[in-house]
């Protein structure tokens, strides 16, 4: 920030390049007279161009002798002529009102206070009030244009224009508030009044605030050409990219450098998806930033009109279609500085539906999957793609036209899978919802185990999975397996023990590597090892011993 005696030697010399043209009173230097300076067209002549523009044909002959004409009956085209705007003829002029957003209110000399209303024509005397959130754009006689923001009051003081030269005569008094102002005919005079400060242009473009809390402030931005702000009987000259603040009853303060206009990381020429986010790079001196939001057209109030203290924006409540978005940053005084304009398209509607199932990374099982999805509001139908690559270049599903929010595809090969899903209104597709992927791995089959018993010992085995699968093997003495007399997760597809002696029943299943557990094998029941035929005898024997 530059302030006093810090002003670089350049923004010196501009001003003082201005303030030998933009002379006013109470600056201590010759004020040179205002003047118009108009080219002669095919068929022109000096008289009837005084009776045509001058307050009398009397000023035929100051015409001449200010311009030290000597033919005054042969003047050619292109040639130029000098006229003192004190010498026009002066008329009323009319404002009018451009567009509105939010409460704008008019008061009349002597009227009641009404809601303003688009096209309205505003006149000398009449009163303007913005509400807190709201903003009205005026364009006057000459083509300046002046956009009030909230909570402002202003009163037309001054609303005229010089007959027909296409230069108007101007004095705006803002009691509160800001306004933007774009002054585009060379030649106008256009003055803005506060209760501290007045500024006068002549084809520029500038900004004036008046604190609602400090109405004894005011402060000035110039972003283009150069205004003279007077206070306290002083006077100095705001060149382009500077500003100053005024207090009541003194001097302005020396011009300030604004701040630059902050770098926006451009998006994407279309934005696709909401919530619509932008963000740009901080600068180290700001305070905060304003962000606006215009449709196209140059003839509008701001949509959004938002101030924040991060560098970045987030908004879901715009409508589709094309606008104008103007950033720029406020320093500690509460200068706000050059501004950054960028052109952006939002194409976010319908919205995307929201994926479901399967879930991001989720593991599916089997040969096939089944989708399903959110239902947005405004929705017809909905086109779905499924796809081997993220990219979705070549999807192996593409279907149009879906009425429910579910499809279950059959026969699908192993491995990564990606999807996305689209909603459909009337003729138009909105944007793809986000890639969702997953992994489709075919059911762990169930074991065909295998029984072999050799003399006392029981030897269980059965076909082998994939490396990373393990074996989960049970053997209960129950046929629903609460008993269990063993529980045992193996890495080879066999398993022995010494046999039971008492009837068992038991099963397998494969594991996966993630956990997942297949389905068991069919239970089998292992039988103790039958006795000897001998056996049986040796009881019958000693009876008949003992009966001897």
Request: with cysteine.
């Amino acid at each position: 920030m530059l302030g006093g005696k810090s002003i670089d030697l350049r923004a010196s010399c501009l001003a003082l390049a201005f303030s030998l043209f933009f002379a006013v009173p109470g600056s201590g230097l010759a004020e040179p007279p205002e003047e118009w300076l108009y080219r002669f067209q095919p068929g022109d002549n000096l008289w009837d161009l005084t009776e045509r523009f001058l307050v009398d044909q009397r000023y035929w002959n100051r015409l001449v002798r200010l311009n030290k004409v000597q033919h005054p009956r042969h003047m050619p085209p292109g040639t130029e002529i000098r006229i003192p705007l004190s010498w026009l003829k002066v008329e009323a002029a009319r404002v009018r009102v451009l567009d509105i957003r939010g409460e704008v209110f008019l008061a009349t000399d002597g009227g009641k206070q009404r809601r303003l209303q688009p096209d309205t024509t505003l006149k000398h005397g009449d009163r303007l009030t913005t509400g807190a959130d709201a903003s009205v754009l005026l364009e006057f006689a000459d083509g300046t244009r002046q956009l009030l923001g909230g909570n402002t009051e202003v009163e037309m003081v001054r609303i005229n224009r010089f007959s027909d030269t296409g230069i108007g005569d101007t004095t705006i008094k803002v009691l509160r508030g800001e306004t933007e102002n774009i002054v585009p005919t060379r030649g106008t005079r256009f003055e803005i009044r506060t209760p501290s400060a007045n500024t006068a242009v002549r084809g520029t473009r500038f900004r004036v605030k008046v604190p609602p809390l400090d109405q004894n402030r005011s402060h000035v931005e110039v972003v283009a050409g150069a205004v003279n702000v007077t206070a306290g009987k002083e006077r100095v000259v705001i060149p382009a990219g500077f500003g100053t603040l005024v207090k009541k009853g003194e001097r302005p303060a020396s011009a300030m450098k604004l701040l630059p206009a902050p770098r926006l990381k451009r998006p994407a020429a279309t934005i696709r998806q909401l919530p619509m986010e932008l963000s740009w790079d901080p600068l180290p001196s700001a305070v905060a930033y304003r962000i606006r939001i215009f449709r196209p057209d140059e003839k509008t109030v701001p949509l959004l009109d938002l101030r924040v203290e991060h560098n970045r924006f987030s908004n879901s409540s715009l409508p589709d279609g094309r606008y104008r978005l103007r950033l720029r940053a406020l320093d500690a005084n509460g200068l706000e500085g050059e501004e950054t304009e960028v052109w952006l398209v939002l194409d976010a509607r319908p919205l995307p539906p929201v994926a479901v199932a399967p879930a991001a990374q989720a593991t599916v099982r089997g040969s096939g999957a089944g989708f399903e999805w959110s239902a947005p509001p405004r929705v017809d139908g909905y086109r779905f793609q499924l796809s081997v690559d993220p990219d979705f270049r070549n999807p192996v599903l593409d279907k149009d036209g879906l009425r429910k929010t579910r499809l279950h595809v059959d026969e699908l090969q192993p491995g990564r899978w990606y999807w996305r899903v689209a909603s459909l209104y009337q003729d138009e597709q909105g944007p793809w919802s986000g890639v969702q992927q997953f992994v489709l791995k075919p059911e762990p089959e169930a074991p065909r185990v295998k029984v072999l018993a050799v003399e006392d010992q029981l030897h269980l085995s059965w076909q082998a999975g994939l490396p990373e699968q393990r074996y989960q093997l049970q053997v209960a003495e129950d046929e629903s397996f609460h008993s269990l007399v063993t529980d045992e997760i193996l890495d080879e597809p066999r398993w022995s023990s010494s046999r039971p002696q008492v009837p068992v029943h038991f099963r397998v299943r494969m594991i996966d590597d993630d956990g997942y557990a297949g389905a068991w094998s069919p239970a089998q029941t292992v039988f103790p090892e039958p006795e000897p035929w001998y056996m049986f005898g040796i009881p019958a024997l000693a009876i008949i011993l003992l009966a001897l």
